[in-house]
């Protein structure tokens, strides 16, 4: 996998995120989508860095789970995309909609983002 988001991120514009969107919709049974949403829900992962290292710390937690969710699934159909999608929707309804969900301990999704924007490049630049 290492070599995998590394080969992309030698494309211009590509970091480890956008490597990992291309990697979980080609072989979702080995690749998770590095989305903000789903590692910050993640317990015990530090806080989202854009590298090729966390990266693979979030991968390694996903593939743990879905294997940890399909030997206890009668289907056994977990992969780490789908173990990345149930907590995008998880963080993404309980911001939405905090009352819909049960709340399961210290909130794992900040309640408002309050790191600074993104620099944009500019026409000049």
């Known amino acids: 996998m290492h070599a995998a988001v590394m080969a992309l991120c030698t494309l211009r514009g590509v970091?480890?995120?956008?490597?990992?969107?291309?990697?979980?919709?080609?072989?979702?049974?080995?690749?998770?989508?590095?989305?903000?949403?789903a590692v910050a829900a993640v317990p015990g992962l530090p806080a989202l860095q854009y590298t090729v290292k966390h990266y693979l710390l979030y991968l390694s937690r996903m593939q743990e789970r879905a294997t940890a969710l399909s030997q206890g699934s009668p289907s056994g159909l977990w992969t780490p995309h789908h173990v990345e999608m149930a907590l995008w929707t998880w963080a993404v309804g309980r911001k939405?909609?905090?009352?819909?969900?049960?709340?399961?301990?210290?909130?794992?999704?900040?309640?408002?983002?309050?790191?600074?924007?993104?620099?944009r490049r500019t026409q000049a630049e």
């Open 15 to 37: 970091g480890p995120a956008t490597a990992s969107a291309v990697l979980a919709a080609r072989a979702p049974e080995v690749a998770a989508f590095m989305s903000e949403e």
């Open 96 to 119: 939405m909609c905090p009352n819909l969900l049960p709340n399961l301990g210290p909130s794992l999704v900040p309640a408002e983002d309050t790191r600074p924007a993104k620099k």
